[in-house]
């Protein structure tokens, strides 16, 4: 009984981890498509010399 509740706890940590890293690379694609936005939308403004981020 032990080893079938050990096969199922590691299934369920690989499939929630697995779920994790989906959703985690789902929002860095994000992020990545608004900065490089950032970057077209600024270099269209030729006037300011201003940054559109802080850092």
């Known amino acids: 009984m032990v080893p079938l509740l050990l096969v199922l706890l590691l299934a369920l940590l690989l499939?929630?981890?697995?779920?994790?890293?989906k959703v985690l690379w789902w929002i860095a694609?994000?992020?990545a498509v608004v900065w490089l936005l950032g970057f077209v939308f600024r270099a269209a403004d030729t006037?300011?010399?201003?940054?559109?981020y802080r850092w």
Not at 47 to 52: F, I, V
């Open 29 to 31: 694609v994000v992020v």
């Open 47 to 52: 006037g300011s010399r201003r940054r559109w």
């Open 15 to 21: 499939f929630g981890l697995g779920f994790a890293v």
